[in-house]
Every structure is written in C-alpha cells, then in structure tokens.
C-alpha cells in the first residue's frame, strides 16, 4: 500500500493561526471538507493542498512568515532559502543552514535543531504576532 505524502493537522492549524493573528477569518482559505477535517485528531492534508493553502496565505498577507514575525517576510523570502539549501550534501547540513538564514532575517522566530547519535528534532519557539 502506498501513501501519498501528507502534512499533519498541528501544521496547517499553525499556519492558520498566523493568518487568525492578522484579523483575517481562515475558515475563508478552507473548503468545508477541510474544516471538518481539521477538527479531527489524527487528520492530515495532503501535500499540494497544503502548499496550495501555504501560498494563498503568503498572497493574501504578502507575508511569508505568515504572521509569526514583526517584520513580514518579503515574497521571494522561501524561495531564497531553498537556493541556500538545494546544494547542501545532507538534511542535517539543510537544516543548519535553514536556521541561520532565518535567524539573519528576525529574532522574532528561535529555530534550533536539537541532536543526539541517533536522531535530530528540529525545535521552534514562535507564536504568531498580533499586528
């Protein structure tokens, strides 16, 4: 059996809070299946749909930080990161990468990337901002 890749429903709950903190109703960025969906414990969106939400929510608050950053990010923000971490010869190197960029652009967002022999978590302290 197969899966298709799927992001988990803490993760589009988190960017809907990004874009609650802004004034703007996020019921409105949902279909109706979504919404009912996103009530569910163990729900999970697939990928495009979520990367689809991702960038009406970046278009709509020309916020790539979708809320959870004084300063907005600019659009184009996501796509200059991923020309810093394409070329990186592993995700641990990605990800030290990933964090240093973010933290040249906001001290609003503490990324970090907590390690140990076996595994790697990456550990982030933000709450969305209230404008």
């Known amino acids: 059996m197969t899966h298709s890749p799927s992001v988990a429903a803490c993760y589009v ?26 009530a569910l414990a163990h729900w999970r969106m697939p990928v495009d749909d979520y990367v ?27 796509a200059m990161l991923c020309h810093a971490t394409i070329h990186t010869p592993n995700l641990r190197r990605a990800l030290a990468r990933a964090i240093k960029f973010f933290q040249l652009l906001t001290d609003d967002l503490h990324i970090g990337l907590q390690e140990n022999e076996r595994e790697a978590c990456r550990k982030t302290s933000a709450r969305p901002v209230l404008k």
């Open 13 to 38: 709950r988190h960017l809907l809070a990004g874009v609650e903190a802004q004034g703007i109703a996020a019921s409105h960025l949902l279909t109706e299946q979504q919404q009912r969906q996103l």
């Open 52 to 78: 689809a939400l991702m960038h009406k929510v970046w278009t709509l608050t020309q916020d790539e930080s979708a809320g959870y950053s004084l300063r907005p990010l600019k659009p184009g923000t996501f």
